[in-house]
């Protein structure tokens, strides 16, 4: 019983833990140049909530523990591939279309929580070699 109430109360006190909750979406910046409405609309659904300034941080990134993975995952994603701030250097475009054509993006467990981004066979050939040919210099 102890054990439980202990549980109970860690739980409760996690939540009083700042980081993860201060879900901000900075200003869009300047997105690539792309090169159709479709590769667009692909990228949006498929990328965007971790890779850009439009995150759309759901009900669950509330709740630490949760909150604190879902945080720094965007925070990661962005300092690696951010299609909001292509005014900076983007230090693994070069990248994206292989982990795309690899399966490898989004992430499983994002596509298990986000039904959206989960992309067909040809979605997913036609948003990598649109990201090939937008993004590798």
Known sequence: MKLLL???VLAIAIQ??????????PPVVAEPKWDSPQTRALAQRACFDCHSNTTVWPAYSQVAPISWLVAHDVDEARAALNFSEFN???RHADDA????E???MPPAMYRLMHSGARLTDAERDQLARSLSRMLVP
């Not at 993860?20 to 979406?25: K, Q």
């Not at 279309?97 to 795309?100: L, S, T």
């Open 16 to 25: 009083f833990i700042p980081y993860g909750r201060d879900h901000v979406n």
């Open 102 to 104: 690899k399966d490898e």
């Open 97 to 100: 279309a292989e982990e795309v």
């Open 88 to 90: 900076r250097p983007q």
């Open 6 to 8: 202990g549980i109970v």
